[in-house]
T-cell receptor
Framework: AQSVSQHNHHVILSEAASLELGCNYS??????LFWYVQYPGQHLQLLLKYFSGDPLVKGIKGFEAEFIKSKFSFNLRKPSVQWSDTAEYFC???????????FGQGTELSVKP | EAGVAQSPRYKIIEKRQSVAFWCNPI?????LYWYQQILGQGPKLLIQFQNNGVVDDSQLPKDRFSAERLKGVDSTLKIQPAKLEDSAVYLC????????????FGSGTRLTVV
């Protein structure tokens, strides 16, 4: 069965530090890849997505992610985090547009002011 | 554009009671999903509808969970009888089946079974 693995359960950073959250998936075929963010008390929001083309994807709020097919990875990055980035981050894949999303277990990011 | 509406926001019930959650997707979104998010885990799909037909319900515990999407618009998810392990946030999402726009999630219903 397809699965998504996020490397870190909880990450604590100081403001202005760089961020990289790992995500690996297990599926040999073509996938669509997503990063969602869930701010405290709010609903899941799409940060960025990759369907095809340039493997470096830019999303909202300065986030980007790189798809490395050979490593089955889709890591999320941000050069300089802010306190307002404190949230839970979920990596997800689906096998076709409109198909179900398979989520990782999430990474909680805490940014200290 | 209005988002995905869910109600109630919170529900506390005793085990063996029944409960129902309601979801109204974004207008025109043919595909509707119900996810279960247990604390500390990522959301897990319970059921997926395409219009009013079921596409995937392989992870739905059918002995106690049921869902319907009459008329292909809003949807109801029911649990009867509830167990302690059903305590979770129940998320509804919708999408255009063939769009690049991704999925839109509702705020969820937080269920506590005591």
């Amino acid at each position: 069965a397809q699965s998504v693995s996020q490397h870190n359960h909880h990450v604590i950073l100081s403001e202005a530090a760089s961020l990289e959250l790992g995500c690996n998936y297990s599926y040999g075929g073509t996938v669509n890849l997503f990063w969602y963010v869930q701010y405290p008390g709010q609903h899941l929001q799409l940060l960025l997505k990759y369907f095809s083309g340039d493997p470096l994807v830019k999303g909202i709020k300065g986030f980007e992610a790189e798809f490395i097919k050979s490593k089955f990875s889709f890591n999320l990055r941000k050069p300089s985090v802010q306190w307002s980035d404190t949230a839970e981050y979920f990596c997800a894949v689906n096998l076709y547009q409109g198909g179900k999303l398979i989520f990782g277990q999430g990474t909680e990011l805490s940014v200290k002011p | 554009e209005a988002g995905v509406a869910q109600s109630p926001r919170y529900k506390i019930i005793e085990k063996r009671q029944s409960v129902a959650f309601w979801c109204n997707p974004i207008s025109g979104h043919a595909t509707l999903y119900w996810y279960q998010q247990i604390l500390g885990q990522g959301p897990k799909l319970l059921i997926q509808f395409q219009n009013n037909g079921v596409v995937d319900d392989s992870q739905l515990p059918k002995d106690r969970f049921s869902a319907e999407r009459l008329k292909g618009v809003d949807s109801t998810l029911k649990i009867q009888p509830a167990k302690l392990e059903d305590s979770a946030v129940y998320l509804c999402a919708s999408s255009l089946a063939a769009a690049h726009g991704g999925y839109t999630f509702g705020s969820g219903t937080r269920l506590t079974v005591v």
